[in-house]
């Protein structure tokens, strides 16, 4: 997946602590994350379908597959929060802080 771990100890007796911290390239969280998002969008369209062929004759059955692409859509936006971050040409911390623009 390209996530690169590093661990620091720092064995003093009176406060041992141990630091970790994790980095991967934006732009293979990049590809990481479009491929979720396409799995996501083809799984909330299978749904979606199921829901369309049972609503003239199983309509509970249809509204069941219809509430089972919610965790889907919520888990979608998490993946395009992601996805807008890591693609970004700066970061999005940089953009909140910069002046407006006048004009």
Known sequence: MGLKSEIYIDDS???????????????????????EKKRLETEIQKLTQLAETKRENQKVLALQYCFQTLPLFERLTVVETILLSASATYPLVDQAFQEPESG
Not at 24 to 32: C, G, K, S, V, Y
């Open 13 to 35: 007796r009176k406060h041992p602590t141990t630091y970790a911290l994790s980095h991967i390239r934006r732009l293979d969280l990049a590809n990481l994350y479009q491929q």
